[in-house]
Nanobody
């Protein structure tokens, strides 16, 4: 049984920063890429970022490129999402997810169906 538990969400003013964490258990965490998604009541779940099992490759949605950084600590089975210069449109529930495959060729999968385990989500609210 794989478990992913997010933390670090909260309320922040526009221009501020937050760091999300996702602790994993139940599978060899370091063997798999990990991703972050977000969702609002008005939108479908959308891809934010993904990191390869080693951390060498990272991929970002255009909307967060240059502001968000995904990283991981395989010794602690944890993946992070550092969010800077936050905007009101970043307001959403953020989910971490485990990639189905151990690697990707070319570009990584960015659809929710490319991931098979999900956390419960953490709310991020950015006020204007």
């Amino acid at each position: 049984q794989v478990q992913l538990v997010e933390s670090g969400g909260g309320l922040v003013q526009a221009g501020g920063s937050l760091r999300l964490s996702c602790a994993a258990s139940g599978r060899t965490f370091s063997n798999y890429p990990m991703g972050w998604f977000r969702q609002t009541p008005q939108k479908e779940r959308e891809f934010v970022a993904v990191i390869s099992w080693s951390g060498a490759a990272r991929w970002y949605a255009d909307s967060v490129k240059g502001r968000f950084t995904i990283s991981r600590d395989n010794a602690k089975d944890t993946v992070f999402l550092e969010m800077n210069t936050l905007k009101p449109e970043d307001t959403a529930v953020y989910y971490c997810a485990a990639y189905k495959n151990r690697s990707w060729r070319g570009e990584p999968g960015t659809e929710p169906t490319d991931y098979n385990y999900w956390g419960q989500g953490t709310q991020v609210t950015v006020s204007s």
